[in-house]
């Protein structure tokens, strides 16, 4: 699921986040140099306030939000809003005198765009799906998905490419077994998804792209409607009171596939990357197993996949830090720079599986902190122990310079992972 940080990062069906990339400063997403430090522009401005004026691409005014303390109370502050049907952020500016939504409240299901108490109903049918026992539970299954794939890498030669043979299936086929979606779709959705979150995709070509995943959506929710079996969907749709409509259904499965293959797949990929560019960080977890929970961690706090995009709109004038925010205000969260700062983390720009571990904003903070964050840990801890143990002469297999970085995308990784293990 979203490894991500903040549920709104991995949406494929909507235009907020993709709108709010374009929008940005360069320097602010697009990384330089070292793949795993934070864009050039946000380096520039450490030490420039927690909380700094931001102007876009189109005149508006933001604040961007840089450090921990003040994220965290951000996202978690009913007096930010998460809904961009009352609450347009500044990258729908023109959308400010649309009409409000019905007095019976919202009827669409985009959970990640909605405030308390929308949001509390839709996401509280997802929690029990996403608990650690059951997340537990699924270990075994995953790492024979691990397994699976490690094998047919060695048994297709010395080569390969990580992403499509590895980095990606394991959350994709988790992912589409516990919503009930056939797995010989795959493609069809990850290339839709692909598109969709791809800040150089044209309107044209995001519009189809967003019109194929709604249809394939509708057929899977029609299917489950006549035929239910064992799965989150079949569940959302039967034991569901009051009942989900098919808009709800639909919007919901939207996001729960899209966050549930996207992110876990860039982090693995990435967080191959990283190690096997600090080999004495690899040495450390090679050396001792016990380290690997600890590496996840910090893996997530290091590279900070989740680019700039996170919003919240304030409702009233709110105080942040010292810096007052007037109602109206979009405020945009640097999640890669606040997991890099200094207050709370000595070195931050320095990778270290035996640091302490703690809190950081991966899977963002408040009510919409990510669903299936247990489920990502699992996926990571298992992914990336099973290719350790079973590779041990994993390395690249071209310069690092030469490994594609997905700079246009709103979850940052690699587009491809060339491999060798001879």
């Known amino acids: ?65 840089t450090g921990l303390d003040e994220a965290r109370a951000v996202l978690s502050d009913p007096r930010f809003s998460s809904d961009r049907v009352r609450h347009p952020d500044a990258t729908h500016q023109q959308a400010a005198g649309q009409p409000a939504p019905p007095p019976g409240g919202r009827t669409d299901g985009m959970f990640i765009f909605m405030d308390p108490p929308e949001h509390t109903r839709l996401r509280r049918l997802l929690t029990g799906q996403f608990t650690v026992r059951r997340m537990r539970a699924l270990e075994s299954h995953i790492r024979d998905i691990a397994v699976e794939h490690i094998e047919a890498m060695r048994a297709a030669g010395t080569e390969a490419d990580l992403v499509p043979a590895y980095a990606l299936p394991i959350p994709s086929l988790v992912i589409c077994e516990m919503l009930g979606v056939d797995y010989a779709d795959r493609a069809r959705f990850q290339r839709n998804t692909a598109i969709a979150l791809d800040s150089t995709s044209g309107d044209d070509e995001r519009a189809r792209a967003g019109l194929e995943l709604y249809g394939f959506i509708q057929e899977l929710v029609a299917a489950k409607r006549a035929e239910p079996a064992d799965d989150m969907l079949s569940g959302l749709i039967h034991d569901a009171d009051p009942p989900l409509t098919d808009a709800q259904l639909v919007d919901m499965a939207l996001v729960l596939l899209g966050a549930g293959h996207e992110t876990t797949a860039n982090m693995l990929g990435l967080g191959t990357f990283a190690l096997l560019e600090h080999p004495d960080q690899l040495g450390a977890l090679r050396a001792d197993p016990a380290l690997l929970d600890n590496a996840i961690e910090e893996l997530l706090r290091y590279l900070s996949i989740i680019q700039m995009g996170v919003t919240r709109v304030a409702t009233e004038d709110v105080k942040v830090g010292d810096v007052e925010i007037a109602a109206g205000a979009t405020v945009i969260i640097a999640t890669p720079e606040a997991n890099r700062d200094p207050r709370h983390w000595n070195d931050p720009d320095r990778l270290d599986v035996l640091r302490p571990r703690t809190s950081h904003l991966a899977f963002g903070h408040g009510v919409h902190q990510c669903l299936g964050q247990q489920l990502a840990r699992v996926e990571m801890r298992v992914g990336l122990g099973e290719l350790l143990t079973r590779m041990p002469g994993l390395r690249l297999a071209v310069p690092a310079e030469q490994v594609p970085l997905r700079n246009e995308m709103l979850v940052f990784g690699v587009h491809s992972l060339p491999v060798t293990w001879a």
């Open 1 to 65: 699921m979203t490894s991500s940080g903040d549920e709104n990062a991995t949406v494929p069906a909507d235009e907020s986040p993709t709108a709010m990339r374009r929008l940005l400063p360069a320097d602010l997403v697009e990384r330089d140099g070292c793949p795993f430090d934070p864009p050039p522009g946000l380096r520039q401005r450490r030490g420039q306030g927690a909380v700094q004026p931001l102007t876009l691409h189109n005149g508006a005014s933001t604040w961007m939000v």
